[in-house]
Structures are given as C-alpha cells and as structure tokens.
C-alpha cells in the first residue's frame, strides 16, 4: 500500500462528479480560466457535452463544452455574459452559436490538459497548454446588480443521460486572470502508466501488430510510470503483471499446472501475480514468460495488463500491451534489426552466438543530420577521421579478440540491444544498466559493446554514463527546486558554474554564443523544462569532460591564440572561413554528438583545403589520460595540428 499511498489516489477523481460555482461578475473573475486534466473512456459516444453551465435564472441547463459528432471540442459562450450564448430551450441552437472548435479528433484514452479562458468580449480554447483557437463576443452588461444571484453561474458534468461522457478528471481549478493557463499544465500533470514497446526483447512482431512469444523463453518488457508531458516518476511503487484474453484474466488449468504467466526475479522464477515488480527511477524491466499455448487455447491472442496494485483500476493506471500469440517454437531474436537494420550482416547470424562475438556493427543511428568527416592517417600521435568509419584498427581488434571471454552479469542480449539499438534505446539502456549494476559490471559492459561494434569509442561513454546521469539529476533538482519549468536566466549561471567545475577551468567562462547554443541543443525558448535540459546535459557533459583532459584543457585555456572556438554551428565555421587562404582551420565541439553517441565531446577541424574547398575531419588523439601531469614529456596537441601538412594556421 505504500505506493499507492505515495500516488495520492484521493486526486483523481469521475468526470460526472465535477462541479464549479463561479462568481463571473467578481472584480478578480472578470475574466477566468477554468483549467483542468481530463482522460476520456472509449465508451464515449458523440455527440456529448462533457460540462454543462446554468444559473438560478435558468429553468434547465446549457452546453458550455462539448465533443461534436467529429469528436471535436467546442467551447461555447457563457450565458450570464454573452449575447451570442446558447438558448437552453432551444437545443438546435447549440450547434449554431459562434465557438472554438479542435482542429483535430480528441483524443480518448489518454490524460489531455485543457483550458478554458473566458472573458466579457472573448472565449479562447487551449489543449496542453496551447492556444487552439478563440472567438470574440458581445458582451451582455449587467446593470444594478441588486440580483446577487445573477452573479454566480456553475458548471458541472452529469452521468447517466445521452449527452454525457465517461471518463476521468484531475487538478480542475478555477483561476483568475493573473494565473496563466500554461502554469496550470506544468504544475501537477497526472500520472500514466505504459509499456516502452521499443524496450521489447524475445518477442517477434508480425505485420498484424501481433507479438509472438515463446512459451519456451523469457522476454523482456520495461514499464514506465511517467507523468502525462512525459517525465519519469520517481515514486515508491510496485507494479504486477498478468495475462488475459482481451479482458478475461487467464487462470492456471489446475493448481498443479505452472501459473500462465511467469516472472523472474534474481534469477528465481515466480508466478507473477505473486511478485510485484518494484519501479526503479520510474521504470522497470519484467522478465516474462508464458506458459500457455494459444494453439491449446482455441487459438486465442493473450495479451499482458501492467497495474499498480489496489490503485482501485484506474485505466491510466494500467498498461497493456499488443496482443501477443504464444507458440511452441522460438521466434526470431532481437527484432530491434527489423527496426534498426544498422548491421551489415544477415539477421540470421545472431543466432550463432559464436560468430556473433566477432559481428561489427558499425553505423550509429542518430536523429536528426548528421556530418560526415573526411580521413586520413600520416602516422603522427594525432589522426583525423570519417564519423562513420568507428571500425578499429587492425592491431586493436586483435587485442580485443584475445580478451578472455567470461559470462558477465549484463546478460548478450542487453549487448546487442545497445549495439544495435539508437541513441535513445542506448542511453534508456545505460541508465537502466548504471542504476543496477556495479563499476565492474559497467567496465566489462563497455569492454564487450567496443568487442562487438569493432568501435572502441563506445568505452568513454559507457564509463562516464553513471557520473553524467547522477550529477545532471544533482544539478536539475539544484536548478528547479522542484518546479517543473524554470525560466532559462536562472540556468545559465547554474550551467557555467557547472561547466567550469567539470572541466577543470575556471579561467575561461561561456560567453552568450555559448548559452545560445546551448538553448539551440535544448530546444527550450524562455523556460527549460526538464527534458530540455537533460537534451542539453547530454550535449555539455561531454565536451566538459574533454576539455578536462591534459591534451585538450591547455588548448581550451588559451585566449591568444584562441586555439577552440567556443560552441558555434558548423554553418558558422563555414563562413569565418569564408576568403581564408588554404590551411586556415577552426576548432570546434560538433553540436550534432550527444550522449551516449561515441563521438560526443569529440573535437572537429573545420578548415581550407586546396582550391579553398571546405573540410570537416574529426580528431582521434589516442592514449588521451585525464591527468595532465602525464603529458610532461608529450608533444602539445597544437604542436601535433601545425605538423599535419594540410593545417597551417
């Protein structure tokens, strides 16, 4: 009951329980919001008004918000204030007064934030804190307002008629002017729980959207408890698993028959309505098997319904996942190749574990455009080469190769996923890894994945995953103070001083490119959200940590010459180079290399080439330490880029 308890259950509340006096000709409700969080049930029919308004002066009520018969919202002017109001005899009038109207189908099973501003001269409708639309209005004075009753008009929702709507309702509040709808949305979002399908390992799915399993293995599903604008949930909370026909829970045959849904816990297997799964950081992955054979079940589909026990089933308290059809035989491994094809070898390998051990992966799935660096190779300590080209060199897959192979903690099919998967499955991957695994595991980990990809670059990332999460979380909760947006002046001091600390320099401080950089990482405007900063943490901590080695920090420190430039575009280091004489260069943090991608916090030379043509190649400085003391006798890194034929200033 402890989770539970922590999830506040008494703040959720049925839709047809609402209700809301408000006292619309009040000095400080001249114009209101009425602001609140709303999960429709697919039973829904349409049309249906989901709140009503009425006043003592009324004999039966009025739509105030409504979904038409194309599922969109209306909102609808209010009667004490509006000329151009609903007659509430006159149902055929509801359809033809001026609204604001979704563009699009509301959503049902689903949390959705709305608001609604009203005013004397004006309506306007917001969804998710977005302005949908808005409609002017005449407004109807009321003089001598000796009629106290005329001033109060409420809005609530009934159950039971044709007009009604299922559903759920959360955080409903009234405001006044001077609180903006978009704080409401940010303040307290509810809770969902949800499957990540694209953590899915074991299960092949079929062009039908049907998973198959075998009753003969384990898969692996990771559910998520996050709030409804998608940030993880840190609460004190188990979760159970079961399995259904559709909405028939499936019972064991006999009580001497295995439990039709098993769990494994520390390697012990349970039944799995007897072990709740606790969530971890708002997450945690189930280790599952099947007992039972749809082909001895008529041939019908299960699937796996995820609930927080006595959370009194609330919908958006459970998760279900795709129908799944369990068979004898097994399916394909790692159907993440079906959605990431990023090997060059055929799929069927991967059942060989054997050769596995010697399959390269070598391209990195990314979003967004990625640039691509020319290379070469003259021998000195320092190289510059192509981004995709992550392959090791002869002699270092030959060390790797005679590493003693041993069974490790973190099991291969965890290996592949990271190998296989992109960026955002591998640093879900590393943080599920880091929070449950120890230093050694991490480093035996970060030693296969360079093994398998054939790409030793992966190792830096893995090794610094745990400090990179653990102090961002440290800095964010510093940073917010457990607000859920915080305006971007009130980061930038945080992030320098941060920055500084973790790159060893304190002499030089980010400028106002910097920062303008780093909002373009975040995609945040005036207030950072807590995805937007982990998008720029994930971008900072690296090149943080490569200026905090010896090679690297000197050249950092340095203002005449300024050998690194500070954070600037690829499209800005094109045009300061624009009219240079050929083997001028600059020296740059690539914006496009985030965390965990192996080539985040590496540094990029930008410079002229013969017939004035524009390069970009990445460097490679090899046997990089973090402690400067050991390059007492080592060439400088600038020293290293003026020697290379193609670099003169």
């Not at 429709?40 to 409504?66: D, E, G, W």
């Not at 060989?352 to 660096?373: D, H, I, L, W």
């Not at 965890?414 to 991957?429: D, K, M, V």
């Amino acid at each position: 009951m402890a989770g539970v308890s922590a999830i506040e259950m008494n703040k959720y509340s049925l839709l047809k329980d609402f209700n809301v006096d408000v006292e619309v000709e009040d000095e400080e409700y001249e114009t209101f919001s009425l602001c609140f969080w709303v999960y429709l049930l697919n039973s829904t029919t349409f049309p249906s008004t989901i709140i009503k308004q009425v006043h003592s002066k009324m004999s039966v009520s009025a739509p105030f918000l409504v979904l038409d018969e194309y599922k969109k919202m209306m909102l609808l002017p209010l009667t004490l204030l509006h000329k151009e109001a609903p007659d509430p005899v006159d149902t055929s009038s509801w359809t033809q007064v001026p609204n604001v109207s979704t563009k699009s189908h509301f959503p049902l099973e689903k949390w959705v934030h709305v608001g609604c501003q009203v005013s004397r001269n004006y309506v306007r409708l917001l969804i998710d804190g977005e302005i949908v639309g808005e409609q002017s209005l005449t407004s109807l004075l009321i003089k001598n307002t000796n009629h106290e009753c005329l001033r109060k008009i409420s809005l609530f929702s009934v159950g039971g008629d044709g007009y009604s709507v299922q559903g759920f309702i959360q955080f409903a509040e009234v405001l006044p002017a001077s609180c903006h709808v978009e704080h409401h949305y940010m303040k307290d979002p509810p809770l969902w729980l949800s499957v990540d399908k694209s953590s899915s390992s074991g299960i092949e799915l079929d062009d039908d959207g049907v998973w198959k399993a075998s009753c003969r293995e384990m898969f692996s599903l990771d559910v998520v408890l996050s709030n409804a604008i998608g940030q993880p949930v840190h609460k004190d909370v188990e979760v159970v698993a079961s399995l259904l026909y559709s909405d028939t829970l499936v019972e064991a045959k006999s009580s001497e028959t295995e439990a039709p849904l098993l769990v494994s816990y520390e390697g012990v297997v349970f039944s799995a309505d007897d072990r709740p799964i606790k969530l971890l950081n708002g997450r945690s992955s189930f280790k599952l098997k099947i007992s039972q054979l749809s082909s001895k079940c008529d041939n019908r589909l299960f699937c796996i319904k995820f609930q927080i026990p006595n959370a009194k089933d609330y919908p958006f308290l459970q998760a279900l996942t795709n129908p799944i059809r369990c068979i004898s035989i097994s399916p394909k491994r790692l159907t993440l190749i079906d959605h990431h094809p990023l090997s060059t070898e055929s799929p069927n390998i991967l059942h060989n574990t054997s050769s596995v051990k010697r399959a390269r992966f070598c391209k990195e799935s990314v979003s967004g455009s990625e640039e691509s660096y020319e290379q070469f190779d003259n021998g000195n300590d320092v190289s510059m080469h192509h981004e995709e080209d992550n392959s090791s060199t002869d002699s270092e897959n030959s060390e790797m190769r005679d590493l003693v192979l041993m069974r490790y903690t973190i099991s291969d099919s965890t290996i592949f996923r990271y190998c296989l998967g992109n960026l955002t499955e591998r640093s879900l991957l590393l943080k599920e890894i880091t929070n449950n695994s120890s230093d050694d595991e991490v480093l035996e980990f970060a030693s296969q994945i360079s093994l398998y990809s054939g790409c030793s670059h992966h190792c830096y990332q893995i090794n610094m995953a745990k400090k990179l999460i653990d102090e961002g979380t440290n800095v964010w909760i510093l940073i917010s103070r457990n607000n859920q947006h915080v305006h971007w002046d009130n980061v930038v001091y945080e992030i320098e001083e941060h920055f500084m600390r973790i790159s060893k320099c304190s002499s030089r401080s980010l400028t106002h490119q910097d920062f303008e950089i780093l909002r373009r990482i975040s995609g945040c405007y005036e207030y950072v959200t807590q995805e937007n900063f982990e998008k720029m943490w994930c971008w900072l901590f690296p090149v943080a940590s490569s200026i905090s080695r010896g090679l690297i920090n000197g050249m950092w420190r340095s203002s005449s010459p300024k050998w690194v430039e500070g954070f600037i575009t690829k499209e800005e280091a094109e045009h300061s180079l624009q009219g240079q004489e050929p083997g001028t260069f600059i020296l740059r943090f690539p914006i496009s290399r985030s965390w965990p991608h192996p080539d985040a916090g590496s540094l990029v030379v930008t410079y002229v080439g013969h017939g004035f043509t524009l390069h970009h190649k990445q460097l490679k400085i090899d046997n990089i330490c973090e402690s400067i003391e050991r390059y007492t006798d080592a060439k400088l890194l600038q020293d290293m880029l003026l020697a290379e034929p193609e670099l003169s200033r």
